[in-house]
């Protein structure tokens, strides 16, 4: 099983970047899937989870109206679209994914179970 993330790069202040999430392996169409990100120093955080069904989304304060989740069942691809872009935000964006399936959002690491390999994103102010 992978999740392959990409996407990432270097942009200014207030531009836009979209990651994408690739699964492979097995399907995560009945699973949980999420978004952290790890700036250097710091601890892995949450930025947003989305459920199973796409219907529900969950984000962390700070990219509340400036990030969209979203997922491509069909694909078994999740998406991060991230407007807005500010320093703030640089970091190693991870994508994750819940192994069994569970109904709703969730912003609590444990509860996702396969990590994708990780996409840099650096906003230059």
């Known amino acids: 099983v992978q999740l392959q993330a990409s996407g990432g790069g270097l942009v200014q202040a207030g531009d836009s970047l979209r990651l994408s999430c690739v699964a492979s392996?097995?399907?995560?169409?009945?699973?949980?899937m999420g978004w952290f990100r790890q700036a250097p120093g710091k601890e892995r955080e949450f930025v947003s989870s989305i459920n199973w069904s796409g219907a529900s989304t969950l984000y962390t304060d700070s990219v509340k109206g400036r990030f969209t989740i979203s997922r491509d069942r069909a694909k078994n691809t999740l998406y991060l679209q991230m407007n807005s872009l500010n320093p703030e935000d640089t970091a190693v964006y991870f994508c994750?994914?819940?192994?069994?399936?569970?109904?709703?959002?969730?912003?609590?690491?444990?509860?996702?179970?396969?990590w994708g390999q990780g996409t840099q994103v650096t906003v230059s102010s």
């Open positions: 392996g097995r399907t995560f169409n009945t699973n949980l």
């Open positions: 994750a994914a819940r192994g069994t399936y569970y109904s709703g959002t969730s912003d609590d690491k444990a509860h996702y179970d396969y």
